[in-house]
């Protein structure tokens, strides 16, 4: 089946400029996770969202930076007058509830996102 | 607050061999433990995980770990390495209660024919 798809693979914006990425998750999973990796980083936790409802944003660096599941199934995660300090590779991952005991995740192949 | 350890950048090991990549933690309480392989232009892939019973975890391509409580660490083993493990390896913990996951930096494994 279908994996987890994110679009654009790769965004080059300028310093200031607002940008959206946008993430497909698994038919089905109702758990979605924006990750933020930065080079030789692990993924760095952003916002969970369990279907429509963002149940921990606790890890967004600041208040340009903002996700949306409005159906509960795509995402957009929208970063206003980006910052050099905001390129990395952002990553989508999602899974089934937690509740059902499964907590594994599937992620998707990234978007790699360039301030300049 | 949660906390993945990844001592070594990289580890070298040759074919045939076992390998052992290393991780420790920190949580309050029982955690959820996790292994991710990274392939080069690939995304994160799923390998294994502890939940809760038996220590010892076996997962994907003969991967397998063992939760050691009291050492909080969860080290990802294999007994013979293939030249195809060659990626990244990351470690990530969640706490129970919780829905966020902690990544460790990465270990860079590298099998050598």
């Known amino acids: 089946g279908a994996g987890v798809s994110q679009t654009p693979s790769n965004k080059v914006t300028e310093k200031g400029k607002y940008v959206e990425l946008r993430c497909d998750p698994i038919?089905?999973?109702?758990?979605l996770y924006w990750y933020r990796q930065s080079l030789g980083q692990g993924p760095e936790f952003l916002i969970y969202?369990?279907?429509?409802?963002?149940?921990?944003d606790s890890g967004l660096p600041n208040d340009r930076f903002f996700a949306v599941r409005p159906e509960g199934s795509v995402s957009t995660l929208k970063i206003q007058r980006t910052e050099r300090g905001d390129s990395a590779v952002y990553l989508c991952?999602?899974?089934?509830?937690?509740?059902?005991?499964?907590?594994?995740?599937?992620f998707g192949p990234g978007t790699r996102l360039t301030v300049t | 607050a949660q906390s993945v350890a990844q001592p070594e950048d990289q580890v070298n090991v040759a074919e045939g061999n076992p390998l052992t990549v290393k991780c420790t933690y920190s949580?309050?309480?029982?955690?959820?433990l996790f292994w991710y392989v990274q392939y080069p232009n690939r995304g994160l892939q799923f390998l294994l995980k502890?939940?809760?019973?038996?220590?010892l975890v076996k997962g994907s391509y003969g991967f397998e770990a063992e939760f050691n409580k009291s050492q909080t660490s969860f080290h990802l083993k294999k007994p013979s390495a293939l030249v195809s493990d060659s990626a990244l390896y990351f470690c990530?913990?969640?706490?129970?209660?919780?829905?966020?996951?902690?990544f460790g930096t990465g270990t860079r494994l590298k099998v050598l024919a």
């Open positions: 991952a999602s899974s089934l509830t937690a509740g059902q005991g499964t907590y594994e995740q599937y």
């Open positions: 038919s089905g999973h109702t758990a």
């Open positions: 969202f369990q279907g429509t409802g963002a149940a921990d």
């Open positions: 949580v309050s309480g029982n955690p959820y």
């Open positions: 502890y939940i809760t019973g038996d220590n």
């Open positions: 990530a913990v969640r706490e129970r209660g919780t829905y966020k996951y902690i």
